[in-house]
């Protein structure tokens, strides 16, 4: 079973920057994955920020893609995000998901967040 730990959110000023990351744990290479970051405003729908698939092409949504920067460790099995000048619409609980498919079972893995707060 994967797992995933969210890590690095906090409080930071707007045009401030936080680096998140997510410890990924239960994988094997058998598999494939993709790796994904998506954020929840409070009151709103959890939306896409940013994926690193399994083919390497990363993408960002149109809201961060000057100010973001995703990428990952193997080595240390752990997926980043950076985002540099935040903004207070920045503001939500950040979460880590992780799908895997190719030689195994299709399947979704989400993490339990990390809060990032972007006061103006």
């Known amino acids: 079973q994967v797992q995933l730990a969210e890590s690095g959110g906090g409080s930071v000023q707007a045009g401030g920057s936080l680096r998140l990351s997510c410890a990924v744990s239960g994988t094997t290479s058998d598999c494939s994955y993709d790796m994904n970051w998506f954020r929840q405003p409070i009151g709103k729908e959890r939306e896409f920020v940013s994926s690193?698939?399994?083919?390497?092409?990363?993408r960002y949504a149109d809201t961060v893609k000057d100010r973001a920067t995703t990428s990952k460790d193997n080595a240390k099995k752990t997926v980043y995000l950076q985002m540099n000048s935040r903004k207070p619409e920045d503001t939500a609980m950040y979460y880590c998901?992780?799908?895997?498919?190719?030689?195994?079972?299709?399947?979704?893995?989400w993490g339990q967040g990390t809060q990032v707060t972007v006061s103006s």
């Open positions: 690193i698939p399994a083919d390497g092409s990363i």
């Open positions: 998901k992780v799908t895997r498919f190719g030689a195994c079972p299709t399947s979704h893995f």
